[in-house]
């Protein structure tokens, strides 16, 4: 038999505003890897006039697919094929990524897109990929739905400007994109970890310090900016 979803109890305490705040903290600390990926997929847009526009309709997208993940957690959470399915997915992107090889700039060779709705397809899912593992630490947290949901909304807000911010270190930062990915890929194999072994706690204390040591490495080097004389 299955579980029913998480319930939906308004129930405002003192406890409240310390469990959002953690929520909404935790929400900032994982994107920054989901935030490079979506900064990268954009960049993939041919036309950049679409790119802010890519990033706005993606994640509306990936808001609702989102939310809809929140509700339906209890049954997620209960069918490990759910995470195997995000764990490949971000893997496959992280393969994608390191075996595209260059351009003649040296720079990553993303894949190209056209139309808009080429991207945000892309975005929204790549975004309910890294919501399992970021939606099963919030419930971990609190089984208040309302207050999932609330911390998940000014999360994905943070998350659109983050990913704005990362555009512009990627012109700026030599192994940035790099380290994205590989923290991507980190996502990836815990996902996987999670889905063999369920009873196995990885620390989020460990995640946050992987990735907080992949990221200084990919901040720890600008690109030599060309002067046009």
Do not use: C
């Not at 209890?74 to 399915?85: E, I, K």
Request: no cysteine; glycine share 6%.
């Amino acid at each position: 038999m299955i579980d029913p979803p998480i319930e939906l109890p308004v129930d405002i305490g003192m406890s409240t505003p310390i469990l959002l705040l953690v929520l909404v903290a935790l929400e900032a600390v994982l994107s920054a890897d989901n935030a490079i990926a979506l900064a990268s997929i954009s960049q993939g847009l041919v036309d950049e006039k679409l790119r802010p526009k890519a990033l706005n309709l993606g994640l509306l997208f990936a808001y609702i697919l989102r939310m809809t993940l929140i509700v339906a957690a209890t049954w997620v959470v209960r069918y490990w094929q759910f995470q195997v399915l995000g764990a490949a997915y971000l893997l496959w992107l992280v393969f994608q990524y390191f075996t595209a090889g260059k351009n003649e700039d040296g720079e990553p060779q993303r894949p190209q897109y056209t139309s808009l709705w080429q991207v945000i397809p892309i975005i929204a899912v790549t975004d309910l990929a890294f919501s399992l593992d970021s939606v099963a630490t919030a419930i971990a947290v609190s089984t208040d739905t309302w207050l999932v949901i609330s911390g998940a909304t000014i999360g994905i807000i943070l998350l659109r400007f983050m990913a704005e911010l990362f555009i512009r270190w990627l012109a700026e930062y030599t192994h940035l994109e790099d380290a994205g990915y590989v923290a991507v890929g980190l996502v990836g194999v815990k996902l996987l970890v999670r889905a063999i072994y369920p009873d196995l706690e990885i620390p989020e204390l460990l995640t946050i310090v992987l990735v907080a040591i992949i990221f200084t490495w990919g901040f720890s080097q600008r690109k030599e900016l060309v002067s046009k004389e």
